[in-house]
């Protein structure tokens, strides 16, 4: 017979998997604390909600196994449970294997009845504690077990209040409460059994694992449907028997700015639930030292004593019954990233920690937050629509509706904020003039999503509530109807848009991030570099720490004031007044490669040669008359899948006086910079070894006639982001010095999920059905895409151990995804500006985690 | 110091890859006959010419080993190079790995000038002979190794003609050729020292094969770039020496019928180009047997000892010099489909070869020609004209008369006709556009009828009638005068013209052809299917033997009448209103799955669920009035890369009542027909496992509904078309009872290459620089693609080792991917109806040279 269930005594922390993190960390903390600080109980392991779940019922045996549990409890703590004069009460609480706070289901004072109660009352003499008690139980069964709404209980409570002309809950008398139980009980056929109780107790605690709202969370989370939720029945203490008894949650230092002064809040003469529902206003956990100074050092120490044990802040829950302390749960304490940055460099300086092990305490996800502005968090605001966060930080400004007026408003010192339908690559310049963006259409990965991030420009999109119209320039929502000119924020952290003056708090990387940041670099394997098409870009990208620019894209150098002169190149009659209109482009763009390689001041920067397909340069064909021969060579260009037509090597390949043109402004820019950079010239979207032959033989003759060497004066690679690439990367890489792969088009190819197509309805209706757990463009698909970079880059080695190796996609900067590159033998990560401290960390971490696996 | 060279009784037909085609068969000839029958001389091998184009001179030794060999060779024939009294003259002919007939250069009489000349003309005491052998030498070299055009030459022998009065070359007089010799020695510096001159020829071979006559052909055949050219110099015989001497070609067997007599042609006095080129009349072969019997009863001998030897039918080129019968070449004759399927059965049953040894002697590609139409026997229709039945096979289409016009209206949709006098190798792209060839002038061995049987194409030539006039755009036959853009009709397999519409008649596979297919059906390994969508092609397929339908699309279901059904249930605003109107599809698609089912009478059928993007379906958006809510609808369905977005398994994860409706129609049809087909159900585009998983549930509720279980009453499988599915195969196949692996859309995503958008441009550029030597869409991508398959067929048999693996792409019937295939573990093919028997035979080879692979 499988054993579901572990007692308190005999788990430890190392069995979150099995009895999920309450039930671990309950038994770590009577492990530590000894069994008098911590009520007595059991887990029942996720193993049998597991099977529950899956057959329906409760697997064979548990139930027996439970009622030997209670026998072992009963035994321990003195009392029967269903005993009429002295019964034994337990809590039934759920507990994942991660933390998911609320979104389960919890009953109190199991184990009361009609009976009990009395028993209760006369063995507490203490009535009004014992129908309290009785009247929570019935009211909290109601509703969770049996799914009774809530507001019928709360309506009747504020009925009787009424009726006795009392406003607060604890000056309701016996009387009442007894009034109030019989009516609740009323609601629904409450059974008196309590073993009944417990066994319908349990099965509500594994089916509210399935509920909306633990689903939605765990959607938003990352959480697999697959590992279920454990359930812990422990011996009830009170909290609400009287003056001398409490409930209340502590912080081992505070919980918003990590100071190192242990924080909380608790509530006399309450239960927990009082405390964190927020009904009822809490005190100051410093207020505990003149009320119970006895018990307020015992919680000091202990919060000390499991900070010390866990090598982490701690989030603790306690109750003081009648004068004595017992610790009810303890976790890692969640916190925003200032205070998991104070935490660690604290620690750190107490010796409580080492550099690594202060590192790995840190969720780099959150760091963002640090370096972008906000919404100034004490601002009261009025939320005009939401859309998804697409990319963090606050701004205000102007509304404009088209990128030409973005650009004019910001020369003419504006702020504004381009309003969008969605965006195309000619709307970029207004991405670069814009403090913010708003779309009405698109998700996380949409192009305005994608561009707002690489530039660390604050974005909202796929706000569905703003009707935008585009010939009218105007943005309506609802009633609100917002014009050309009016004012808006936006918070790219939260999706939130505003039209009142928020004020924004500007983010500052300082000293402790420094620091932390510092020992990132120490203990981190991989390189990381930044993805920067403008010296902007680039200066941005060195100040937050990149090692070297993994990716300059090169089409904006073709858009702007030069898309005129592009066009006309595309659209040449031969290839003699194309080359004349190349050569018009060229000053320019060394002047753009000028600025990119003085600021990157002789560090490595690899630029692309040009990638999109031609018709993005181009207007569009319906924007020209009808019939006419421009139109017609427009519409000749158009393709019917342009992320698999005529771009990258193949635009090189076709029109090889482009790539010609782009080189050449590169090594005469390179030759104009002192100190020279160290020059990477990239060949996009490669998948046949000849095309990259090819293409070295084009770059090394134009290269050669301006003077520079390969290998001495720059290397060539190419982007590798295309399946069949992965799979000859080695045929591929003696032609090759280095690699970078190209996550996002690896994606996009190797699932065959088009980004601007999929996002949206497709993405979503894939999360909601468990077939993703998050989008493959956020972080990288491991078992698909991911394998496909592993093969990659070790046939790439295998044809060229000389080989460098880069991932300059998106999920360069997302940490799970640099977990993963760590062990992929990859050299660096390329990302965002923004993201390159987070990167510095989540590559710290990866190394650090790498080195305690190997340790272990 | 590397051995450059190869005398011919060194060598041996094994040598191919070295010595080139012809250079390993003169040595085989050499063996075989003896070296009486072979003149002498020796090979440069394909390393010489590929270390020539490499390094852009000859490689170090060359020259010096030529010398020695041109010694060995003196001493043989007991003459010397250059010797004024006695010239030692040879041919210099370029040979490569597999024959490219007209493509590279040769260079007969070489050795002869002004001084040896005289000693020729001595010796032979035929002073027109070593005149006429002269002049053709000057004019040879000056063309092929100078590059003087043709034209210059013959415009100066037709003015030599005019002003002597007479009409045929044979009439001119020393006089006049000498004349001639002297004035081509004008046209440029004509090198008299014969040294020099085997020097300038060796080199113009090595060039030639860089020449764009021989690109251009070896893209159309597949012939990489880097194979090189040998260099054949052989002791020249003299087919012009007099009206016991001649020069012709022969076949072991009727060279287009197969039929067991040997065919061929010949011309008295003449040397082996006149009878190549086509320029006078040849006689047949038969004619030998009256002017020089002796000769003929040898050159029949030889035929039968080569056939025998080579155990395939031999194309040979022989010359008679004075009454001696010298062999030149020979090869396994290339032949149109019908003769190479009677060659196999007669051989059978001459006890020549083995049915596997018979069948290898297919060209599996080349039997589309069996497949082709001919002209309706029961037709009634007014013969214009008649020619050499040249290609068989019978086209319709509009008159075009330069190879570029065949391609431009080819590309515009329309069947053409390509006509000309006779045709070039410059021509060979107009082959490919046109549907069928006609030229006035040539035979069975002219240009015009070796290249049209290589590619399959219908051809008559020698329609000695037709008057054409390249000038005028004309042909003439008689009074009817045809212009481009005229209809025209020819029977390539009777030699019929004729301008009426003759109805053309499929094609039936006759005994012959159906013992072949059933002795490949006892030798392959492979099942072969068909892709068939309705009754008619379901009838066909199995006409032409196909095991079962390896891919029912359904997407025709929902066209033509259903289109407008479709649109409404597309744009219905709720579940409700699309349930009815799929509702009112279902019993239309139910029919068509009876017709289906009842067609294939029991066998396997699989079909395929809706996998195009919905936009298909509806009109183009620009077709509805502007702002209206129908276009907006529409236009947001309209998605920037298709192939990447809402199709396949997605479509029926975001509208599963799609999906359930053609479960239904299906399994209703299935319940109606008697016998019950094996029902195969599959699920397009797969990536993730749990897309499969919940489909599977869908169909198996559905199912379960209408009464079929799945193993009883049908299997379920997915289509394999996405590189992630291939990596995570053994995660998908668990819940599959089968794949089939959908190359076209592999291929599209593998190598990022949409085939709407590649096709044209990029690909012509792609094998104009080789970086492919053949489209991924027409012969599977074996190291990029094919690789994927493979993974994706034995991480499937890990996942589920009872999995049945099919291929359903295009490349189903492909001779070359088929080959592949058979060594990745997969069960069957499924290709069009037509290419049926191509892949029974293709299977067959594949097997058989398995098995010799394994005995070798």
């Known amino acids: 017979m499988q054993r579901w269930i572990v007692d308190f005594k005999d788990g430890s922390r190392d069995m979150r998997v099995l009895l999920g993190g309450k039930g671990a960390n309950i038994a770590e903390m009577t492990r530590v604390l000894g069994p008098e600080r911590v ?257 307020h050092a015992q919680l000091m120490e202990i919060l000390r004593t499991l900070e010390a044990h866990y090598k982490d802040m701690q989030d603790c829950e306690f109750t003081v019954e009648e004068g004595r302390l017992y610790m009810l749960q303890t976790r890692n304490a969640k916190r925003p990233a200032q205070a998991a940055i104070r935490f660690a460099v604290d620690a750190v300086e107490e010796g409580l920690l080492s550099k690594a092990e202060a590192i790995a305490t840190i969720d780099a996800a959150k760091l963002d937050a640090l370096l972008h502005p906000t919404f100034d968090p004490t601002a009261d605001y009025a939320v005009l629509a939401r859309g998804v966060a697409a990319s963090p930080g606050a701004a205000k400004g102007a509304i404009v509706f088209t990128a030409a007026d973005a650009v004019a408003r910001a020369q003419a010192g504006e702020d504004v904020i381009l309003v969008r339908p969605f965006t195309e690559a000619d709307d970029v310049a207004g991405f670069h003039a814009a403090k913010g963006v708003l779309t009405s259409e698109g998700g996380k990965a949409s192009h305005a999503a994608l561009v707002a991030r690489g530039m660390g420009v604050p974005a909202v999109t796929g706000a569905s509530d703003v009707e935008i119209d585009l010939q009218a320039r105007t943005a309506r929502v609802g009633d609100v109807v917002l014009r050309e000119g009016d004012r808006i924020a936006l918070d790219g952290t939260t999706g939130a848009i505003t039209t009142d003056d928020v004020p924004l708090v500007e983010p500052t990387v300082d000293e402790r991030f420094e620091t932390v940041l510092g020992w990132c670099d120490e203990l981190r394997r991989l390189g990381v570099r930044a993805n920067a098409d403008t010296p902007e870009d680039a200066a941005r990208a060195r100040e937050l720490g990149a090692e070297g620019i993994g990716l300059c894209r090169t089409e904006h150098m073709f858009l702007g004031d030069r898309q005129p002169l592009m066009a006309d190149m595309i659209l040449a009659e031969d290839e003699a007044e194309r080359r004349e209109r190349l050569s018009r482009l060229l000053p320019l763009q060394q002047a753009d490669f000028e600025g990119l390689f003085a600021a990157m001041e002789g560090r490595p920067v690899t630029i692309r040669l040009l990638d999109p397909p031609l018709h993005e340069f181009l207007p569009h064909p319906q924007d020209l008359p009808a019939g006419s021969p421009e139109r017609a060579r427009v519409e000749a260009l158009q393709e019917a899948n342009p992320m698999l037509g005529t771009r990258g090597v193949r635009l090189g390949i076709l029109h090889p006086e482009i790539y010609e043109m782009q080189v050449r402004a590169i090594c005469r820019a390179a030759k104009a910079v002192s100190p020279a950079p160290h020059l990477e010239i990239m060949i996009p979207l490669v998948a046949y070894e000849h095309e990259l032959e090819l293409m070295s033989e084009l770059v090394e003759r134009v290269a050669g006639e301006e003077g520079l060497q390969r290998g001495r004066d720059y290397s060539l690679g190419t982007m590798i982001e295309l399946p069949r690439a992965c799979f000859l990367a080695d045929h591929i890489s003696p032609h090759a010095d280095f690699f970078s792969f190209g996550t996002n088009d690896l994606t996009q190819t190797g699932i065959g999920f088009s980004r601007d197509d999929i996002e949206g309805r497709i993405l979503d209706r894939y999360l909601d059905t468990g077939i993703l757990d998050r989008s493959p463009f956020e972080t990288l698909d491991f078992p698909g895409v991911g394998q496909m970079v592993r093969m990659g880059a070790w046939l790439g080695r295998q044809g060229n151990p000389q080989l460098k190796l880069g991932i300059c996609g998106e999920h360069g900067g997302d940490p799970d995804s640099i977990d993963f590159v760590h062990h992929s033998g990859i050299d660096y990560v390329s990302c965002s500006p923004f993201r390159v401290p987070i990167a510095r960390v989540a590559a710290a971490q990866a190394a650090v985690r790498a080195a305690a696996a190997q340790d272990g």
Chains 1, 2 share one sequence.
């Not at 309290?132 to 969770?144: E, I, L, T």
């Not at 609601?187 to 008196?192: I, K, N, T």
């Not at 909380?264 to 207020?287: C, H, K, M, W, Y």
């Open 39 to 295: 009520p007595a109980g059991f887990t029942i392991t996720t193993e049998a909600c597991v099977a529950y779940l899956r057959d329906g019922r409760f697997p064979d045996g548990l139930m027996d196994q439970v009622r030997d549990a209670m026998g072992r409890l009963e035994a321990l703590a003195g009392k029967r449970f269903g005993d009429a004069a002295d019964p034994l009460l337990v809590s039934v609480r759920s507990g994942a294997r991660e933390s998911m706070p609320g979104m389960m289901d919890t009953v109190l004072n199991l184990g009361l009845n009609d009976e009990t109660i009395e028993g209760l009352a006369a063995k507490t003499a203490n009535e009004r504690f014992a129908w309290d008690s009785y009247r929570r139980f019935v009211q909290m069964f109601g509703n969770v077990v049996r799914g009774v709404p809530g507001e019928r209980f709360e309506d009747e409570i504020a009925r009787v209040k009424r009726e006795r002309g009392v406003t607060l809950d604890t000056e309701l008398d016996v009387d009442a409460l007894r009034e109030l139980t019989r009516t609740f009980q009323g609601f629904y056929d409450f059974p008196q059994e309590p073993g009944v109780q417990l066994e319908q107790a349990i099965r509500a605690v594994f089916d509210s694992w399935m509920g909306e709202r633990a689903v939605a969370y765990r959607r938003i989370h990352h959480i697999p449907d697959d590992w279920g939720t454990a359930v812990n029945v422990q011996q009830m203490v009170f909290g609400n028997k009287g003056e001398t008894s409490g409930s209340g949650v502590a912080f081992s230092r505070d919980e918003v700015t990590g100071a190192p002064e242990p924080s909380g809040d608790f509530l006399p003469n309450a239960q927990g639930e009082d405390v964190v529902s927020g009904v009822r206003n809490t005190r100051d956990i410093a207020e505990l030292r003149e009320w119970l100074p006895d018990v």
